[in-house]
């Protein structure tokens, strides 16, 4: 399964549509979970070049914006501090007003050090958003089912660490975030509108789940 997985995912033009639809919705959330403000310290860990960083700067209204990788880019706009983020992130305590962890717990090998080091570096008045793939949506369920690997949790996308949308909260809950908002997003085999409906009756089998918190 993983080998016929690796062959025609990337190429089915459906397929493709429906994977950057779910990556197109869950930008349009999260920069509609953010609150504006200009005087705020902004923080994208696992920020890539950092092109949505800017954009979500940009809805924030601020300047001051730092990015983490792992990866070193030598043409990001962005100031990037390259990091480990299986390790402590290179900022001190209660820097942050806005941490934002985008599709990037799935990919650690010791993902509670992440969440200790966003609760470090976050301000009490501060919030945090995470997105991340959900283990419980229907085509990872069904690849269970007939006992293929879960195209969400593969080599393909170096996905080591994946968490359906309750266990997601609890792990949050138990490193001390309150959880102000959840969303599912993407609901294959379903797109568009009816996705979305159906994200709004169950998230537990979303394709990704968003989530903002606070410090307790």
């Not at 958003?129 to 593969?154: D, E, K, M, R, Y």
Request: aromatic share 12%; proline share 6%; glycine share 6%.
């Amino acid at each position: 399964m993983m080998k016929e997985w690796k062959i025609w995912a990337p190429t089915n033009p459906v397929l493709r549509w429906m994977r950057e639809d779910v990556r197109d919705r869950s930008r349009k959330i999260i920069l509609s979970m953010l609150e504006e403000n200009p005087k705020v310290e902004f923080l994208d860990l696992g920020c890539s070049l950092g092109d949505f960083t800017m954009e979500m700067a940009r809805k924030i209204g601020t300047s001051s914006l730092y990015g983490v990788d792992e990866t070193e880019y030598t043409n990001s706009k962005i100031p990037i501090y390259m990091a480990d983020l299986d390790k402590e992130i290179p900022f001190g305590n209660e820097k942050f007003d806005i941490v934002v962890a985008s599709q990037v717990i799935e990919h650690l090998q010791k993902p509670q050090i992440l969440l200790k080091e966003i609760y470090r570096v976050l301000r009490p008045t501060g919030n945090a958003i995470i997105s991340t793939p959900n283990l419980a949506s229907w085509h990872n369920i069904l690849c269970l089912v007939f006992g293929f690997q879960p195209p969400g949790l593969s080599t393909q996308w170096d996905h080591r660490f994946l968490l359906t949308a309750k266990g997601l909260l609890e792990l949050l809950e138990y490193y001390n975030f309150k959880i102000e908002k959840v969303i599912g997003i993407g609901y294959y085999p379903l797109f568009g509108f009816p996705a979305r409906f159906a994200c709004c009756l169950d998230k537990r089998h979303s394709v990704d789940i968003v989530v903002k918190v606070r410090k307790r």
